[in-house]
């Protein structure tokens, strides 16, 4: 079974930045496609970011505008999001996520989920 376990999350003011990292275990002579996504109260779970495979590609969504960049960690199967610029609006519970092929903007895309850490943006 594959684990993958968050962290870097919590408290940062408006402007700030943040810099999360995701970690699997288990299966990790796989190869996984990663991502990352959020979810803030009363919210569906949205897509924030992926990057392919290979470390190649990556892919944002809209409302990251250039604030956030998603990387491949040096260990294999390990991701990182730095965030910048941080609003009051990017108060969530970051997923990190995994798929054994190169996924897309949609959950169903991927095959294993962190717990989540969360992020909270005061002003």
């Known amino acids: 079974q594959v684990q993958l376990v968050e962290s870097g999350g919590g408290l940062v003011q408006a402007g700030g930045s943040l810099r999360l990292s995701c970690a699997a275990s288990g299966r990790t002579f796989i190869s996984y496609a990663m991502g990352w996504f959020r979810q803030a109260p009363g919210k569906e779970r949205e897509f924030v970011a992926r990057i392919s495979r290979s470390g190649s590609a990556t892919y944002y969504a809209d409302f990251t505008k250039g604030r956030f960049t998603i990387s491949r960690g040096s260990a294999k199967n390990t991701v990182n999001l730095q965030m910048n610029s941080l609003n009051a609006e990017d108060t969530a519970v970051y997923y990190c996520?995994?798929?054994?092929?190169?996924?897309?903007?949609?959950?169903?895309?991927?095959?294993?989920w962190g717990q989540g850490t969360p992020v909270t943006v005061s002003s």
């Open positions: 996520a995994a798929s054994v092929v190169d996924g897309g903007a949609r959950a169903v895309d991927y095959d294993y």
